[in-house]
């Protein structure tokens, strides 16, 4: 859990920059930029920020789904499922292979892109599984009818087609796919965004039973800062490609420090409040020539000479929360 001595996860001043030729010019998209974090056992970590901030190749980086023109440009990455620390940018492909889904799943946005259309939901779990759990394929199908139960999913669902589901509960199908190996980390983006408030609630319950049930962690990315409050132990709020503010959700609603996370607490929905909702001036910056200092000056009610000049050092204000404003932690040179 939090505070756990040994991290799942260790993701140390990361920089993965996409490589582009834009304007007849070779470009750089800064999209993830100097991040650092870690994620305790059985944790689950929420990343929040607006749409284009870096939120899904922080995943790919971390996931070490890296193609072109996604690049690693420094940092490390390292796991620790329990055995010893693991560096994944220094580990061979079949290394990265036998950790993956035994040690690190995912749950993706859309559910159809990992069941096959046009085959019964128990051949998704076949070709996804079957290989990884050295058991009979009657004892297979039993194995992942007692898993499906476990999850408070009807078994006979694995006889259905993707397309005779709803979407959610082809999620929670796809959410059972995911877990079947008993992950001991979790990579979930988006995971309840095309869903509508009372099946995400559904998705919500059955994860946090997994984290209970299987002590797995989550990394957990959405842009919904409702969704983050009813999931999160932990969240960073990332702005441009770097987090500005990372803090204990409790604490984090109940006082958030850096001008962005305020912005966006306060702009969620209340009940029967009717009063306007603040409104942020100005648009999130291009990652190819973000601004200078701190990326969220152009828009900060709050700046300063100082933070269109330097960047903002992530610094420690409580235990456990860290926030990188100087308005916040003073305009140290
Ligand atoms: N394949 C790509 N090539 C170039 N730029 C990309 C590519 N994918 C994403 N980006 C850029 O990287 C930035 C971060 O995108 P992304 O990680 O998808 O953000 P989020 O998940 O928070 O919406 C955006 O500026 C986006 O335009
Ligand atoms: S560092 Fe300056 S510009 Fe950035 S959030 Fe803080 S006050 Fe605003
Ligand atoms: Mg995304």
């Known amino acids: 859990m939090t505070g756990d001595v040994r991290p799942v996860l260790k993701v140390d001043q990361l920089k993965a920059y996409y490589q582009v030729y834009l304007y007849g010019m070779d470009r750089e998209v800064r999209a993830v930029d100097d991040v650092s974090l870690s994620i305790g056992r059985g944790e689950i970590y929420g990343v929040a920020g607006e749409s284009s901030s870096g939120k899904t190749s922080l995943i790919k980086a971390i996931a070490g789904a890296i193609k072109p023109p996604l690049r690693i440009v420094s940092g490390d990455v390292r796991f620790d499922f329990g055995d010893r620390e693991q560096n994944l940018y220094a580990m061979s492909p079949d290394e990265v292979a036998s950790i993956r889904w035994k040690h690190l799943s995912y749950i993706m946005q859309g559910s159809m892109n990992v069941l096959n259309p046009v085959r019964r939901i128990r051949h998704s779990f076949v070709d996804f599984a079957y290989r990884h759990m050295k058991v009979g394929k009657a004892e297979f199908i039993q194995r992942v009818g007692e898993h499906m139960q476990r999850l408070k999913l009807d ?69 919904d800062m409702a969704v983050h409050a009813a999931i999160a132990d932990r969240i960073a709020i990332v702005y441009a490609g770097r987090i500005v503010e990372e803090a204990p959700t409790r604490q984090l609603y109940a006082k958030p420090l850096h001008p962005y996370t305020k912005h966006l607490i306060a702009s969620l929905p209340r009940i029967g409040d009717t009063k306007e909702r603040p409104f942020l001036e100005g648009r999130p910056p291009n990652l190819a020539k973000p601004p200078e200092g701190c990326r969220f000056h152009p828009r900060c009610p709050l700046r300063m000479d100082i933070c269109s000049k330097q960047v903002p050092p992530m610094v420690a204000v409580e235990p456990q929360r860290r926030v990188a404003c100087f308005a916040v932690t003073g305009g140290a040179v």
């Open 155 to 223: 078994p006979s669902l694995l006889n259905a087609y993707p397309h005779e589901l709803s979407g959610g509960m082809r999620q929670r199908v796809t959410i059972a796919l995911a877990t079947i190996l008993t992950p001991d980390f979790i990579i979930a983006d988006e995971p309840t965004t095309a869903l509508d408030v009372i099946v995400q609630r559904d998705v919500l319950t059955m994860i946090r039973e997994i984290r209970e049930e299987m002590g797995s962690a989550f990394l957990f990315v959405t842009h």
